[in-house]
């Protein structure tokens, strides 16, 4: 892949999946420009950008501020030019049962994932090239598949794929092609440790997963950068599963256990 030179900014690009994809835009010769809440682990990431030899820069913002996101979009635009690739995967999830939720806590999980979300992609249309832009949301298969324990990372992100593809319809005609990317279970993240926090936890979900392993950081990246290239110059409007067949939803699990 060939990314020389574009633009590209990863909100939640500061660890994980989101570091993993913005990892492989600056391996392809991309410029890259990352946020998230926390300045130590922005200033981490950029550093770990430019020693791949990518020109990177980074904010602390919180997607849930719609101001705080525009400054960073309009800086970046400042410094690099038209925004090439967009992606949006800041979130935040943990265990719990619907009665164990506080109104208050739904609440966060809706607005870092959805809202921010919105947020981000209401903020960068104006600094989008058009056409010509690509943007990937990143979602989840619980967006699709009821999870208990995760009402509040469910319904926030079903709403993440309702945003995705209304503003594909939106967008298609100026030439921006929006669609979003749902990892399944993705080894030496965040998430992961705190979704299955125990061998015993990983051993049973990977059971259920039909290629009977975790997937990698890498590989959501590379479908991120087929998605936002050429040779997907006519994919709009998709939640692209990237998970082994995990969504699949068979009884794999069960008939191995
Ligand atoms: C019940 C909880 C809780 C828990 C927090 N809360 N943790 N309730 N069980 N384990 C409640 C708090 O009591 C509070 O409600 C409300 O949630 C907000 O908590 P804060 O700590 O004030 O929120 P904040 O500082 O904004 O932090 C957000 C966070 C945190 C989501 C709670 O965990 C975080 O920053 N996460 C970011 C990193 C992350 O989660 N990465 C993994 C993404 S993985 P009250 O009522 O007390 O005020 C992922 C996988 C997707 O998304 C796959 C499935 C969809
Ligand atoms: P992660 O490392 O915790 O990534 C979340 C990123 O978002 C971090 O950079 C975090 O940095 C940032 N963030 C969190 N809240 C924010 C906020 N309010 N404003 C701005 N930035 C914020 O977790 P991950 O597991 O790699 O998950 C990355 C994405 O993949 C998420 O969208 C997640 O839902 C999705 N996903 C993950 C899996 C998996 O297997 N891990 C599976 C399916 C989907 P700060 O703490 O500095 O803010």
Request: hydrophobic share 45%.
């Amino acid at each position: 892949m060939d990314y020389r030179d574009k633009v590209v900014f990863v909100a939640g690009g500061t660890s994980g999946i989101n570091l993993g994809i913005a990892r492989g835009f600056a391996a392809a010769g991309a410029r890259l420009s990352v946020i998230s809440r926390k300045q130590d682990k922005v200033d981490a990431a950029v550093a770990e950008l430019q020693g791949l030899g990518a020109q990177a820069m980074g904010f602390a913002a919180d997607v849930r501020d719609y101001e705080a996101v525009e400054k960073t979009l309009a800086a970046t635009a400042e410094a690099y030019g038209e925004i090439d690739v967009l992606i949006s995967g800041a979130a935040g999830n943990f265990l719990a049962p619907a009665l164990g939720l506080s109104a208050n806590a739904f609440k966060t999980v809706v607005d870092i994932d959805l809202l921010g979300t919105f947020n981000v992609m209401r903020a960068a249309y104006a600094f989008l090239r058009k056409p010509g832009a690509t943007v990937v949301n990143i979602s989840a298969p619980q967006s699709w598949l009821p999870t208990p324990m995760q009402i509040h990372a469910c319904a926030a992100k079903a709403g993440v794929d309702m945003v995705t593809r209304t503003l594909a319809m939106e967008w298609g005609p100026a030439g921006v092609r929006v669609n979003a990317i749902a990892p399944g279970p993705i080894e030496g993240t965040e998430g992961m440790d705190r979704l299955s926090p125990n061998p015993e936890a990983v051993a049973k979900l990977t059971k259920t997963i039909p290629l009977q392993r975790y997937g990698q950081k890498e590989e959501i990246a590379e479908a991120a950068m087929w998605l936002c290239s050429d040779k997907a110059a006519y994919v709009n409007g998709v939640v692209l599963p990237v998970d082994g067949g995990w969504s699949l939803g068979g009884s794999l699990g069960m008939s191995q256990a």
